[in-house]
């Protein structure tokens, strides 16, 4: 339904401390198997430890490794030599200006940022779906200093997306509850936002 409607890429959701959109590895593997060669899949992983997040993505085999929390010790070198050809999209929390230091750190090893709106320092992490908006001013400015494309996420649903994408001029858009009902995928929230995207591609 969401590469129906126009999606890119596909984000598949591993376990998490926290947030909707959970499933397990097996059916992130037969999905990852099954959507058209053109489109990404993205597994979201809450591992830190570069071995552990080796080993998730051995149980699913997607294209892109999204990883929604601070690896150990920075150890990115360790996944791209295990993993060639997988790409890197390191999650960034956006809290504070300390966020934007942490983009601009972290941007010379990963292929991409996404700037999301939860909060890992949090008893029970906050990792995504949160449903909140970030300050944009600070996505704007991480886009602004780093070289990788930036991925913008964080309460993003139709009626806020343009005003969105002209404030932080992301490389794409990732969603969740916005474009959920109960947890679940909401085919007329789904349709709506699309169309609202499609109307400013036309513009």
Known sequence: MAVRYGASALGLVGK????PGVIDDDLICQIAKSVPPAISTFLLTSETNAENIISHYKRAYTSTIQLVDSIN???????QNELPGVKLVQVIHVIDEKSVDEAIEISEAVDAILLDSGNPNLTIKELG????VHNWELSRKIRESIKVPVFLAG???KDNVV?????????????????????KLDRTKLEAFFETIDKMRIY
């Open 73 to 79: 010790q920075r150890d990115y070198k360790t996944l």
């Open 163 to 183: 005003q969105a994408i002209e404030a932080v001029q992301p490389f794409g858009i990732d969603l969740c509850s916005g474009v959920r009902t109960n947890s």
């Open 129 to 132: 779906g949160t449903g909140r």
């Open 155 to 157: 309460g993003l649903n």
């Open 16 to 19: 998490m401390p926290s947030g």
